[in-house]
């Protein structure tokens, strides 16, 4: 697995040590929170200006759910509901997101829905790889503290970011890959579907996701 300097590498961005120094104060400041409760890390990060993100947001959207869970949902970013509302995964994606948990045998309070972006980024667009970074800490330790016995990475951004890689979601799905983050050594399996607002244009993919949730279930329930 890629670390992170060498993703930003594979991305082509050479001055990035020197940028983070400038724009995010200094490399430390993205190190510090692996000792944070849930408390003092939700502090954290509604106070958050590390990247341009924080100018133009109503809130952060720290992430809902139950801090026990056995599945940790993981999403790209806030958009424009999640930003007023402060939670992800609101209107007819999370919706859609709440029927897709249902069908692996959670309701939405039973597991863990976050975002690798804590704040809405301009219309919608995607992330660049600072702001990725900016935020890479306190999801981290958010799935640390966790520590869930899967992920489901909804998204093709979402995927791509917890996995350090550029393929294409159609070709990353079916597979169960082992998520291990910085802030902690153990490895995490990890399942890679489409996301719910892309499953609202194209719902003649809602079969591929089906398999992709039964392979959930499979990690979450190995003897059954």
């Given amino acids: 697995m890629l670390s992170r300097g060498e993703y930003l590498k594979e991305l082509g961005i050479?001055?990035?040590v020197e940028r983070a120094t400038?724009?995010?104060d200094t490399h430390t400041q993205?190190?510090?929170e692996s000792g944070l409760d849930w408390a003092e890390l939700a502090d954290r990060v509604a106070s958050c200006t590390r990247c341009s993100l924080h100018s133009g947001r109503q809130q952060t959207v720290f992430g809902v759910g139950n801090q026990q869970a056995q599945l940790m949902?993981?999403?790209e970013a806030p958009g424009a509901e999640e930003d007023k509302q402060g939670e992800p995964f609101v209107g007819r994606a999370g919706q859609l997101l709440n029927s897709m948990l249902r069908a692996v045998g959670f309701e939405r309070g039973e597991v863990f829905i976050a975002n690798i972006l804590k704040c809405r980024p301009p219309q919608n667009r995607d992330p660049k790889p600072?702001?990725?970074?900016a935020c890479g800490n306190f999801l981290e330790r958010q799935i640390e503290l966790i520590a869930p016995s899967a992920i489901l990475a909804v998204g093709r951004i979402a995927a791509?970011?917890?996995l350090k890689v550029d393929t294409p979601i159609g070709k990353m799905r079916g597979k169960t890959y082992q998520f291990s983050g910085s802030q902690h050594g153990k490895e995490i399996p990890e399942i890679v579907t489409y996301?719910?607002?892309y499953l609202l244009r194209s719902p003649n993919e809602k079969r591929k996701v089906w398999q992709d949730l039964q392979a959930v279930k499979r990690v979450l329930e190995p003897d059954q």
Avoid: T
């Avoid at 600072?130 to 970074?133: N, W």
């Fill in 14 to 16: 050479d001055v990035w």
């Fill in 130 to 133: 600072e702001e990725v970074i």
């Fill in 73 to 75: 949902v993981i999403g």
């Fill in 160 to 162: 791509q970011n917890l």
């Fill in 195 to 197: 996301h719910p607002a």
């Fill in 30 to 32: 993205l190190d510090d």
């Fill in 22 to 24: 400038h724009s995010l």
